[in-house]
């Protein structure tokens, strides 16, 4: 039997590179919305989004017709000359955190979180706070800098000892934080929600109590919304339905619509703690990802994407805790961001009966699926899944 070519794709794969991610199991050819179709034909409904990215879906003429457009004008200028698609993208940035503030544009999450580190500790060092304070289980990239600050210690321990004393706190507990943090904290890094930890929202209230912790003692309170930012939760940026204002907020993820791009936003004095000649990027705000940027922001705007997160969103959790079955224990997460909670740990198994029934869902911890679909994702759409769902169980519980 000659071989499909998933299988041989997948066998050169493993030939040619690192082990880091294991082999994935599907080779994806191509995309239109929410669909995906693999090397062999297969499709798939989208509902992971390339982790959180793919918030217009695949192929949306907006994202096609911007990044078209500006990579035949101009696709790079270093950053020894500006262009207006930055400028654009500052200001629109701004406006939307709705405080006065600057930006720093990277290619990436990780990146994002370098430059708010270096700030906190240029901010440190200038006012005599020796450490950070960053959550359990919290994800923040896997740079040095953005490692050190990445509270799971199965991907963190091997590279250890880092250049910087980060203290690590249990997610969701303000008392703790508030033990944890004194005038000798330079930040306080926290996500809204733990994206990697399995879609972990904070108890009622934490934000503004670690706000309040921030502004009392003086750290910088930084928080990371590169998988919750840009309409994922409903919101723009998940913060503001804590009602707080952070000191630095860091993006990428879905803010390119699937173009590399990430910023650090600072908010106030927090926006001028680097001075000329303090960090830098190449390519960081490069003018076809900050094309890919704006279309995104106005699409979002144009369709009403924030409203769908939000109706969508709540349409599919109500839907998967209307379910029973053995091995559904529950749903969690905001908007188009959620875990189905499962009973076992056999997250690999449902995420492998999900393809085999043509969905792209995501194991992202043993016993919780993650689902982040592209942000036009529709109602017939979220149905179909929700029809599905009982008979993955079922065939994931039989396996
Ligand atoms: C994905 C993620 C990062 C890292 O982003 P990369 O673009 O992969 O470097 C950092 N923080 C959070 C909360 C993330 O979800």
């Not at 790079?76 to 939307?96: C, D, F, I, K, M």
């Not at 980060?166 to 306080?188: I, K, M, S």
Request: glycine share 12%; proline share 6%.
């Amino acid at each position: 039997m000659s071989a499909t070519r998933t299988e041989d794709l997948r066998a050169r794969y493993e030939a040619a590179f690192m082990p880091n991610y294991g082999v994935p199991p599907v080779a994806l050819a191509r995309g239109e919305g929410t669909a995906v179709w693999d090397v062999d034909g297969r499709r798939y409904l989208d509902l992971i989004g390339g982790i959180a990215v793919s918030s217009l879906g695949h192929g949306h003429p907006a994202l096609v017709e911007a990044v078209s457009r500006q990579v035949a004008v101009l696709a790079h200028t270093s950053n020894l000359y500006l262009h207006e698609p930055e400028v654009l993208l500052a200001e629109r940035l701004l406006g939307l955190l709705g405080a006065p503030g600057r930006v720093f544009l990277a290619n990436s999450g990780t990146e994002a979180n370098e430059a708010a580190l270096k700030i906190a500790i240029k901010y440190g060092k200038a006012h005599g706070r020796d450490y950070v304070v960053a959550a359990e289980m919290g994800f923040h990239g896997r740079t040095l800098g953005a490692l050190a600050l990445t509270g799971k210690p199965s991907i963190r321990d091997q590279f250890g000892p880092f250049p910087i004393d980060v203290r690590f706190v249990p997610y969701g507990d303000a008392a703790a934080l508030r033990e944890a943090v004194t005038d000798r904290c330079a930040a306080v890094f926290l996500e809204p929600t733990q994206g990697e930890a399995g879609v972990v929202p904070p108890p009622e209230g934490y934000f503004a109590a670690a706000r309040r912790i921030c502004s009392e003692t003086g750290a910088l309170f930084v928080v990371d919304e590169i998988q919750s930012g840009i309409g994922r939760t409903g919101h723009w940026f998940a913060h503001q339905a804590e009602g707080v204002v952070p000191d630095i907020v860091t993006i990428a993820k879905g803010l390119g619509g699937g173009l590399p791009i990430g910023a650090c936003l600072g908010l106030g004095p927090a926006g001028t703690v680097f001075a000329k000649g303090d960090h830098g990027s190449t390519f960081g705000g490069n003018p076809v990802s900050c094309a890919a940027a704006l279309a995104v922001l106005d699409t979002i705007e144009r369709e009403g994407l924030l409203e769908r997160a939000k109706t969508l969103g709540a349409r599919l959790a109500d839907g998967i805790a209307a379910i029973r079955h053995p091995l559904l224990k529950g749903v969690r997460g905001r908007g188009l961001w959620l875990a189905v909670l499962l009973a076992r740990p056999c997250a690999d198994r449902v995420q492998a009966a999900a393809q085999d029934a043509g969905f792209l869902v995501n194991a992202v911890q043993p016993d919780a699926i993650r689902l982040a679909p592209p942000l036009v994702i529709t109602g017939d759409e979220v149905a179909s899944f929700l029809d599905a769902l009982p008979g993955i169980l079922e065939a994931a519980n039989g396996a």
